[in-house]
């Protein structure tokens, strides 16, 4: 079998190709290549999408973290409880801005900060929560949003791998991923479930004021033009990311569909293997699968993608090392032992390919190399 990728952007491309090309030509006719009619299409359907009042379209999803960030008055010093086990960006941001980020440890089944150890972490500095909705399924965003409230902080969702998953709360309602705190996050990085064709982002609210806030910060700080308020940044979704977000927006349900179809898939073929644990299920989440993840425990993990590599399938480890033990992040004072859930499961993790485009004779494949793996090392 030939080289099975890991993301099948090309695939899926050419199934929208006639709509794609349309959609780019009609912002190379209009030349408005910045602030243009497309942006604000994207925006209004983004915004019935999410059911949320306010979508802001940025440069990408770190640049939205930080612009949610920026639009909450923190102060330096501020404390900013955030899972370790995620990708950078959910807490260079909070360096960045000189706000303290105070770590939690994670669920070992769901991968999501848990409301157990956000609470643990409430200090009377304490401003903000970034709950991090990892691989594409929501954290525990009832109880979490009850902590916040209860101490009168923000809560700004990392909903960069999870956008089009849904919450439901145990009153019957049910929130689209990001649409839960003050301010949600995403980005549209290629890879990501609704991802544009470079880079690109949005921060979203129901709040009109963090809305406002939030807009002018992404442009310079400006409200009136050439009249700066605040401190701000220049970060903006060009139009033809936003046409083609606005196309590939319209087959969102159908492309996590099909990622739900193919961990099914996985699932089955690897509960009977007792040394792999499959991605477990929050009774309240929908999971949109931006990343299908196992653990393997016992040390196998790395010997089992080296088999899988050289029979042609690439697999990821998200994410080798904890965010409290980087060197960047040394000076916060954390040490080996402190997240214990999180330092395991950066030995045992394993993302299999997951997208769109996964057809049952690759995922086939892959679990028969598994299957094999399993049975010769028992
Ligand atoms: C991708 C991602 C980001 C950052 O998005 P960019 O568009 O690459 O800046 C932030 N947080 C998480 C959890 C992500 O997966």
Redesign the pocket.
Known sequence: MEQIPMVDLKSQYLKIKDEVDAAIQEVLDSTAFVRGEAVSRFQRHFEEYLGVKHVIPV???????QIALMSLGLRPGDEVITPTF?????VEVVALLGLTPVFVDVDPYTFCMTPEAVERAITPKTKAIVP???FGQNAEMEAILKIAENHHIFVVE?A??SIGSVYKFSDGIVKKSGCMGHFG?????PS?NLGCFG???ALFTDDDDLADVARCMANHGMKVRYHYDRVGVNSRLDSLQAAILDVKLRHLDEYISHRMASASVYDKGLSDIPQVVIPRKSSRSTHSY?QYTIQVPAGKRDSLQKILRENGIPSMIYYPIPLHLQKAYGHYGYKSGDFPVAERLSREVLSLPMHSELQDDVSAFILQKIQEFFAESV
């Open positions: 440069g990408n999803g770190t640049d939205a973290l995620t990708f950078v960006a959910t991090v909705h990892l990392d960069c791998q996050c995403t980005s549209f990085f990501k880079d690109g982002g931006h």
